[in-house]
């Protein structure tokens, strides 16, 4: 299976209703930037402020500089979760990048405080880890959370992820480092 730019969905109870929607490269740019304006221009989608904001516009740069390294990459990244009956875009998730020489793909997923305890970041997990079964070359998915974070690592729990060890991460401190298999049982 190839990656593709089409957006990622599934039929999972939880996840059904959501798409994960491939940013285009411009508007990427411009959230990294924290131009909520130039980013609006782009797709029709209603962006949010938090899309713009501090709290991910790490993120936004992180994956805007890796796609201009490595252009192949922009299908597995960083992505808008949208509901699609109000059409409205409720956070990010995506992979940090392709599957690594051992086969392993790590998630991220954040949702805008706004809409957050309604269950769409289960359901982008659940899109995730189909996402990641479908491809024969992950072997593996990994998270990686801060420890005070308990509701991200209560959902991870309930995926099978098991905790590997710990590391230390610029932005956000230390955090847990969890795997499942990627594969499908």
Do not use: K
Request: aromatic share 6%; glycine share 10%; hydrophobic share 40%.
């Amino acid at each position: 299976m190839r990656m593709t730019q089409e957006p990622w969905t599934s039929r999972t109870p939880g996840a059904a209703g959501l798409e994960l929607v491939r940013l285009p490269p411009a508007v990427l740019a411009a959230l990294a930037d924290g131009d909520l304006d130039a980013a609006l221009a782009g797709p029709a989608l209603p962006l949010t402020t938090y899309l713009a904001g501090p709290e991910c516009a790490g993120v936004w740069r992180m994956r805007r500089e890796q796609i201009a390294r490595s252009p192949a990459d922009e299908a597995w990244v960083t992505r808008l979760v949208v509901e699609t009956a109000a059409g409205q875009v409720v956070g990010r998730a995506g992979y940090h990048g392709p599957p690594d020489g051992a086969g392993m793909v790590e998630v991220g997923y954040s949702i805008d405080p706004e809409h957050r305890r309604r269950g769409y970041a289960r359901g982008a997990l659940v899109i995730l880890l189909e996402t990641a079964r479908d491809h024969p070359g992950v072997a593996v998915v990994r998270a990686s959370v801060r420890p005070d974070n308990t509701a991200s690592r209560r959902l991870l729990d309930q995926y099978g992820f098991q905790a590997m060890g710990e590391q230390w991460d610029d932005e956000d401190g230390w955090e847990t480092v969890l795997e499942v298999s990627g594969t499908a049982s």
